[in-house]
């Protein structure tokens, strides 16, 4: 169990798993150094458990993800796991698929789609919007499928996992630049991956969790940073007061920035 009392999620179980086969300790590069905590990573005196969102998600997301991506504390499909509920995470390899990846792509319950920019697959793959997602009577659930990876290992990823190759491509056109500030791509319009989480659930109708993963990312990043430089944590930032009006009201949190 975490500190905050809920069992670990799929992200955090990858993570538990690939550090059993491990020969050696996983040092993160640049961050901040000594004891974290279990449950967000981050500092135990900087903890933000407490503050996690928990709302009802009708969406999923399946985490398809690089062989140590799960070990980096700046991972952010960790923070999508942490607001969507119905979230799995499988480790990459590629000459072998998980089978259990391979069965949930098969659940009858759901609809994948592979998130991925357009400019790299056949015209005729891509969808830009999903107006399916609202009519219910299909019984299927949006299932997104993101590659958390750096860009040239998901550009990888995406060409060798033929099982992908079925589903239809989501290609996301946001008109925002990433807000991310713990690992930067030398382009702006390069997202981290709760980024890209938040514009799925978006286009899914799912503005309330978009909008709480928007600021659990905000949220994150600043106790994050102030660990790091051995500061103490402002409980006031536009994110903490949007987490804290969804938790006391149910309602949406207004768009934010740190």
Excluded at 22 to 32: D, E, H, Q, V
Excluded at 62 to 91: H, Q, R, Y
């Amino acid at each position: 169990m975490t500190r905050d009392g809920v069992a670990p999620h799929a992200v955090s179980r990858l993570r538990a798993e690939r550090l059993a086969r491990s020969s050696k300790p996983f040092l993160a590069r640049g961050g901040m150094k000594g004891e974290r905590c279990p449950g967000c990573r981050i500092n135990p005196a900087h903890c933000i458990c407490s503050l996690r969102p928990q709302l009802p998600v009708n969406a999923g997301v399946c985490l398809i993800m690089a062989d140590i991506e799960a070990l980096k504390p700046s991972n952010t499909g960790w923070l999508i796991a942490d607001v969507v509920p119905d979230t799995w995470a499988f480790g990459w390899a590629r000459t072998e698929v998980d089978p259990a990846l391979l069965a949930l792509l098969a659940d009858p319950q759901w609809q994948p789609y592979v998130v991925f920019p357009g400019e790299f697959v056949a015209p005729g793959r891509v969808v830009n919007s999903l107006p399916a997602m609202q009519d219910l009577s299909t019984g299927k659930r949006p299932l997104f499928v993101l590659l958390d990876a750096t860009w040239p290992e998901a550009r990888k990823m995406f060409r060798k996992s033929p099982y992908l190759d079925r589903f239809p491509v989501l290609s996301l056109q946001p008109e925002q630049i990433s807000r991310y500030r713990l690992r930067r791509s030398r382009r702006e319009d390069h997202f981290c991956t709760s980024e890209v989480g938040a514009l799925c659930l978006e286009l899914a109708g799912e503005t309330r969790a978009a909008r709480a993963l928007e600021a659990w990312l905000d949220v994150y990043t600043h106790h994050y940073l102030q660990a790091k430089h051995q500061l103490p944590p402002h409980l006031d930032t536009p994110a903490h007061l949007a987490l804290q009006a969804l938790a006391a009201h149910g309602d949406t949190p207004p768009p934010h920035t740190l």
